[in-house]
């Protein structure tokens, strides 16, 4: 089986799973852990200004070099969105636009 578990530490996230936002009942807080299939489409994001700190376990594994590979496009001002979504679709995935917040 193809999943994604979060496992929060610190912070507030929003998810998002097969196209439906789930802001009151699915916005998980530190000590809260979210199992998600990767088979469907998914986002999560830091919901506040403070810094969010969160475990993601893959199973199978190999997501590694893709987040590696993103933080460092990520970590540059401004965010080169071109560059991100070509390496999200040379890892299998869609980068999604703009969504509302909790």
């Avoid at 998002?16 to 299939?37: M, N, P, T, W």
């Avoid at 997501?63 to 933080?71: G, M």
């Avoid at 496009?73 to 299998?92: C, E, F, K, V, Y």
Wanted: positive net charge.
């Amino acid at each position: 089986m193809k999943m994604r578990c979060f496992f929060v530490i610190n912070g507030t996230l929003q998810f998002a799973v097969d196209g439906k936002q789930f802001c009151l009942e699915f916005c998980a807080r530190a000590g809260i852990s979210v199992y998600i299939s990767r088979s469907v489409t998914q986002f999560v994001r830091n919901i506040n200004s403070k810094p969010a700190f969160f475990q993601i376990l893959f199973a199978p594994s190999g997501r590694e070099k893709f987040l590696e590979t993103v933080s460092i496009i990520n970590d540059n001002s401004p965010i080169n969105s071109t560059q991100a979504n070509l390496l999200a679709l040379n890892h299998g995935q869609v980068n999604l636009g703009e969504v509302s917040k909790c």
